[in-house]
Every structure is written in structure tokens, then in C-alpha cells.
DNA sequence: CACGACATTTCAGTACACTGAACTAAATTG
DNA sequence: CAATTTAGTTCAGTGTACTGAAATGTCGTG
């Protein structure tokens, strides 16, 4: 998986932390500028740089915040990252034909709890530092 | 899964591309730096650093190959990743429990699969380059 | 046993992302 | 409405990993 992320990156010209900048994006709908610095723990400088770099892979967009036109309304374009990932999930969605509904149910549930394991132990690992 | 490994990644003082390399050398058993250098897809140079990163981090050894001395003998340290990833594993461990046998095969089943879509994506990533 | 081929290291140069500080522009406060 | 605070960008400096080429040591071969 981590090998299937750096090859994404090369091709689309970011790098593994603009892709999870790219995520906290995503997840959050949309972010500033300084909430992305505090949640990928970079500078306001460095983040500069990773909007630049999803900008110009066609990931996000960079608008000033109407309502305060010194912050940045950064949002991921809608199919975007999808269009990047769509051979995966072509791929991931026949596989998960093979399975009956409540087999379905059962792989569903190890990954969310799997994903909450790692998770918990990313924030344990970056804790101590 | 990827934040995950980049923040054992930074505990350990190894990069992304040094953990991939570990990763050929466990499942080869031992490799050469000529093997690891076309397998990883990095210049003999740059393999050397590799090599230093994870013998400085205690997770690989650096030995002369007996039959030829020109060439290296590289191994994983038995134990030193697992070590680094012991409360993954714990924590895992206690997550495979919740499921029953049947249900243990099915995830098994599902794991084995994805990972198989994940090297063929990667590869038909890397293909196009 | 001398010669060319091979495996790895060393080293200078390059690329690139990050930090910290200075700067610009916009909002808030008194 | 001036002074202060806040948001983001710019820029010089730094760290680090990679490339390409030269150097070192070792193996086969005629």
C-alpha cells in the first residue's frame, strides 16, 4: 500500500505529505491554510508549498475566504483524487463482488476496527517525540 | 496506513523508500546491493545509503558474500522490525480474537486478495513512466 | 598472471522540501 | 482611524537523499 502511494505521488507530482494533506482536505470538507499547517504539522511556509504542488496536480483549489479575504478556502476538486485512483477502485470494486453480503459485512467491519488500531498506534509512535 | 509508517519511519531514522527496501530483503531472505538497487529502482550510490540507514537503525546487516568478496551479503535482523511494529502486532493480535475461524478466513481471504490488486496497480503505475 | 569485467563505495554536484524571518494585506480593537 | 493582531506568501538558508563518475578491491579468463 505505502509502495502503491509513492507511485500515485510520481506520477501525479506530490508527495506523501501532500497526500495526507489531500486527506485531512477531504475528510474535513474544507481548511485554511493555517488549520492544514497545524493538522499536517508543517509551517504556514511549507504549507504554501504542498497547496501549490495539489493545486497544480488538479487535486485542490486555493479561493480567498469571502468572508475574510485574508484566509484561503482550500478544497479538494470533487473526482479529482478519484480519477487518480480509479484503476484501484475498479479493481478493489470486483473484488468485493466475490463476497456474499455478510462476508461484506465482516471484511467492513476488520477494516474500520483496523484502521482505528492504526490510528491509535501512529498517535502513540508521534507521541513519543 | 501510510501515516503509520511514516511515523515509524521517523522514530527509526529511516526513509519510505529504505522501509520498502527492508521489505525486498525479508522476503528474499538476503540480496546483494546490486539486487536491492534494481529492485528498489535506485543508482548502486544510492543503495549504500539505504544499506547505512538500516544497519545504523539495527534492522539489517551488512556482510561480505564468502563465495565472492566483492559482493554484500545483506540480511534483516531477526526480530528488530517486528520490535518496531511490536504494538501493530499486539494490537492486532487482540483485533484477529473478535473474529471467529471462519471469519478469520474470510478477512485472511480478502487481505490476500487486496494485496494482490495493490502490487498490479502499483505496477501498471510505475509501467506508465 | 596480466587483463578486462564486475560489485560496491566515495565524492562532488544537484534537486527539493522544510524552517524561520521578513513582508503584504486584511481584519479587529480601542 | 491609528495601532495591533492575524493569514498567507516570499525568500534565503539548511538538511538530506539521489545521480553520475571516479576509485577501490575482487573475480574470472585467455
Redesign the pocket.
Given at each position: 500500500m505505502v509502495a502503491f502511494h509513492e507511485a500515485v505521488g510520481a506520477t501525479l507530482?506530490?508527495?506523501a505529505?501532500?497526500q495526507r494533506a489531500l486527506a485531512v482536505i477531504m475528510g474535513a470538507g474544507s481548511v485554511?491554510?493555517?488549520?492544514?499547517?497545524k493538522e499536517i504539522?508543517?509551517?504556514?511556509?511549507?504549507?504554501?508549498?504542498?497547496?501549490?504542488?495539489l493545486a497544480r496536480a488538479g487535486l485542490a483549489r486555493?479561493e480567498p475566504?469571502p468572508?475574510?479575504?485574508?484566509?484561503?478556502?482550500?478544497t479538494a476538486v470533487p473526482g479529482a483524487f478519484g480519477d487518480a485512483f480509479s484503476g484501484l477502485a475498479k479493481a478493489m470494486a470486483e473484488l468485493t463482488d466475490r463476497y456474499t453480503p455478510a462476508e461484506q459485512a465482516v471484511i467492513g467491519d476488520w477494516v474500520a476496527r483496523t484502521i482505528a488500531v492504526l490510528r491509535e498506534q501512529t498517535r502513540i509512535l508521534n507521541e513519543r517525540r
Open positions: 507530482g506530490v508527495t505529505v501532500d485554511s491554510a493555517g488549520e492544514l499547517a504539522g508543517l509551517t504556514p511556509g511549507a504549507v504554501t508549498g504542498v497547496v501549490d504542488r486555493r475566504d468572508q475574510d479575504r485574508r484566509r484561503l478556502v482550500i
